[in-house]
């Protein structure tokens, strides 16, 4: 199905845009946070915000696939291979942020407790579900966001490529510009 429509609209690029920032800025608060010490100010902060950040964007994120489904999106540009190996990129990355939100879950809820989303609600916890949950979880949860940031960088380079090298309109559909 051929889409009229020649640039996203702009809460797509809006979720776009501040998911790409949060899922960068949660990666490096993600390796940093692991390091600190229990006597550091932060040990109890930055896990903290990490989960509820996490947990939003979680949100943001289904709420992305709805928006996604129900409003017209532009064609992608270029060659058969490169159109089906953005769309799998896309759905890889999907699939990523799916499993970082289900580990980073089970991560914070082995022990019982629920997660505190900034003081606004908490989501509950199952509790244990599976023998080392927090440990298997926390591997999982550590590869699955370098693979996502890693495809995100990829991710970058591609529109970037299609910008400079076969100068069509793939960038300018995500920052709302025509050519």
Known sequence: MKSDVKNYNPLTRAIHWLSAIVVIAMFGVGLWMVDLSYYSEWYRTAPH?????????????????VWK???PSPSVEG?????????LAHLAM????????ASGYLISTED??????????????????????A??????????????????????IAAFKHHFINKDNTLRKMIGASK
Do not use: C
């Not at 060659?79 to 769309?87: D, F, P, S, T």
């Not at 699955?144 to 890693?150: H, R, S």
């Open 49 to 65: 915000w990490h989960k509820s950040i996490g947990l939003l964007l979680a949100g943001l994120t289904l709420f992305r696939i």
């Open 69 to 71: 489904i129900v409003t």
């Open 79 to 87: 060659h058969r291979l490169e159109i089906v190996g953005a769309k």
């Open 94 to 101: 999907y699939a990523l942020l799916f499993v970082l939100f």
């Open 112 to 133: 019982g407790r629920g997660i505190d989303v900034f003081n606004w609600f908490t989501v509950p916890s199952m509790g244990a579900l599976f023998e080392n949950q």
């Open 135 to 156: 440990d298997i979880s926390g591997q999982v949860h550590f590869y699955a966001a370098w693979v996502l940031i890693i495809l995100a960088a990829v991710h970058a």
